[in-house]
């Protein structure tokens, strides 16, 4: 794990897409933040001029159906948040104000690579209070049929073993483990684009969903074909894509976890219903914090979690 202190952008990036859902134009605006704010969502463009706060927190989530949404849709809601935070946690960006003017992330290229590369072309800047984690003490598993999503404690660091097995020939089964860190998450998983079958996509268009959906942002499977005209962008897209979405969802924790993740087929449901569980648990978590003296040897920079041991902030809380 990287970053014994907490950081935020340098200056405020802007990014402008259409929604997956409903194909509406949508401009992004990326603010720096203070310490101890962490990722907050600001819903502009609101009935009569409104805005509306939503924290990127588990708590705070409405559905999971198709993606994962925060906030009540009456009130305010932003939904296809995943991708944009798997790239804030994958680079270790802990404190940002997300001023989005429509109820939707633009999905982009379907990854995150643009916001990756938005992210990185800002830079980064170090803020002088350390960093919390959430440590996994015990393991925490949720099952559904034969899928699973688990947590479990780990010395340091995050790491993620996932395993996909679609009846699709294209798809198939495929497994990969990797220990998350800036540099694996832009190389492995950050380019990953979102999938599906041609068949589930044409009965969500007749739903009135999955309007904004092309071959520009997915990558569209018909039996044993690949849509697609440049094919995948790796042999593993598929179970990295699945990957990138859990290391998205999993960042509505709300502090970089120290521990493994596990799952069999998972889902955002079972990503946000595995962050449910362990925080029903108040002996499966605590919140660590970054030593003052570890934080002090970097001015600037990073350096790696495994240099120094985690102290307890505080007990085991619910958010």
């Not at 990036?13 to 720096?32: D, Q």
């Not at 039996?223 to 969802?249: Q, T």
Request: proline share 6%; hydrophobic share 45%.
């Amino acid at each position: 794990m990287k970053f014994p202190k907490q950081t935020t952008l340098r200056k405020r990036c802007v990014l402008t897409g259409n929604g997956v859902h409903s194909n509406a134009p949508v401009t992004l605006t990326l603010h720096p933040a203070e310490p101890d704010s962490g990722i907050v969502f600001l819903r502009t463009k609101l009935p009569e001029g409104g805005t509306r706060r939503i924290e990127a927190k588990w708590s705070r989530v409405s559905t999971t159906d198709l993606c994962t949404v925060l906030g009540d849709s009456s009130l305010g809601s932003v939904s296809t948040v995943e991708h944009l935070l798997a790239a804030l946690a994958g680079l270790g960006v802990d404190n940002v104000l997300v001023e989005v003017d429509g109820p939707e992330v633009p999905i982009m290229d379907g990854s995150s690579a643009v916001f990756v590369a938005a992210i990185d072309k800002v830079g980064l800047r170090t803020l002088s209070a350390p960093r919390r984690f959430l440590r996994i003490l015990k393991p925490v598993r949720i099952e559904h049929g034969r899928s699973f999503s688990e947590l479990r404690p780990a010395d340091e660091g995050f790491s993620l073993d996932v395993e996909i097995d679609y009846p699709v020939e294209a798809i198939g089964r495929h497994r990969k483990a990797i220990a998350l860190n800036p540099t694996t998450f832009r190389r492995e998983i950050s380019r990953a684009r979102t999938f599906g079958l041609l068949r589930d996509v044409e009965r969500l268009w007749k739903l009135g969903f999955a309007l904004g959906s092309s071959l520009d942002n997915s990558v569209a499977v018909d039996g044993d074909r690949i849509l697609n005209p440049e094919g995948l962008r790796a042999p593993d897209e598929f179970v990295s894509h699945k990957m990138l979405d859990a290391v998205g969802d999993l960042a509505l924790a709300g502090a970089p976890i120290i521990g493994h993740y596990s799952a069999f087929c998972p889902g955002h449901k079972m990503n946000f219903l595995v962050l449910q569980a362990l925080f029903a648990d108040r002996s499966a978590y605590s919140f660590v914090e970054a030593p003052a003296e570890a934080a002090s040897q970097i001015a600037s920079g990073f350096a790696d979690f495994g240099g120094f041991a985690p102290m307890p902030a505080f007990a085991a809380e619910i958010n």
